[in-house]
């Protein structure tokens, strides 16, 4: 499978909105949640959790749209492209869609979420799998055995 090079470049369907990421995933994950389902028009969403501080937009100026509650997520204001979020009291770590890369064939979900919620044909080739999201305590250890796997 191929790795990840960094820094790495992306942007959204139409261009307008570019960003950069410098720093390695924490984790990668698929959530089968039935409003990742509605969002990416999809059985599940992709993400990779990419530290804030390697982290940026370098062109253009994402929009707030999907819920406009807590967590935040970004699209291009043009293309409607759903980029990243920002989750609810984590400042820490940006979800960022990785089909966002202009090279993503590196990435395979680590972990699933919400596999309560998945359509029955669904399938990733995660490790882990959850029904709802990972206990709060169980991250430190996914992150670490996540990082032990990419060399």
């Known amino acids: 499978m191929p790795t990840l090079t960094l820094p790495a470049e992306g942007g959204c369907r139409c261009g307008r909105v570019r960003l950069k990421i410098s720093a390695k995933p924490l984790l990668t994950m698929a ?15 992709l ?3 990419i530290p804030s501080e390697g982290f940026e937009v370098t062109k253009g100026e994402p929009v707030i749209g999907g819920l406009h509650g807590a967590s935040k997520h970004y699209f291009c204001g043009y293309c409607m ?8 009291g984590i400042d820490w770590f940006v979800n960022l869609r990785p089909t966002m890369l202009d090279d ?19 399938a990733t080739s995660a490790v882990h799998s959850y029904e709802a999201l990972p206990a709060f305590e169980d991250y430190e250890g996914l992150i670490a ?3 032990g796997t990419q060399g």
């Open 31 to 45: 959530c089968h949640c039935t409003g990742c389902q509605l969002m990416s028009s999809s059985a599940y969403s």
């Open 47 to 49: 993400s990779a959790a």
């Open 81 to 88: 492209t759903w980029m990243f979020t920002r989750p609810e």
């Open 104 to 122: 993503h064939a590196w990435f395979a979900p680590f972990i699933e979420t919400w596999t309560a919620e998945k359509l029955p044909w669904a």
């Open 145 to 147: 055995e996540y990082a």
